[in-house]
């Protein structure tokens, strides 16, 4: 599988970004989706994670109620849609797949990663 992240950009406090990540490869039905994010100096960590028939849904609580994890598997395509963005989301945002494993919350479980978008929430 391989994937594109794309839709990142500068946004103000309390705006809203869609983030998208098209994949390639006959397996991405089948896969498990996520969304991780980085800052400087940080170690990556968890955003969201979608199962691969879009059933089930995972969250950071630092996101809950409102980002949106969602999926087209007619388009290959997983979105994750930010609204009410606070600063402390300033980050760059990686997509990722998985075929399965322990846990939808670890980054060592995917085996896909996608290049990266960076999203910008200033003033």
């Known amino acids: 599988v391989q994937l594109q992240a794309s839709g990142g950009g500068l946004v103000q406090p309390g705006g809203s970004l869609r983030l998208s990540c098209a994949a390639s490869?006959?397996?991405?039905?089948?896969?498990?989706m996520g969304w991780f994010r980085q800052t400087p100096g940080k170690e990556r960590e968890f955003v969201a994670a979608?199962?691969?028939?879009?059933?089930?849904?995972y969250y950071a609580d630092s996101v809950k109620g409102r980002f949106t994890i969602s999926r087209d598997n007619a388009k290959n395509t997983v979105y994750l849609q930010m609204n009410s963005l606070k600063r402390e989301d300033t980050a760059v945002y990686y997509c990722?797949?998985?075929?399965?494993?322990?846990?939808?919350?670890?980054?060592?479980?995917?085996?896909?990663w996608g290049q990266g978008t960076q999203v910008t929430v200033s003033s």
């Open positions: 979608i199962s691969w028939s879009g059933g089930r849904t």
């Open positions: 990722a797949a998985r075929a399965g494993g322990s846990s939808y919350y670890k980054q060592s479980d995917y085996n896909y």
């Open positions: 490869g006959r397996t991405f039905s089948y896969s498990d």
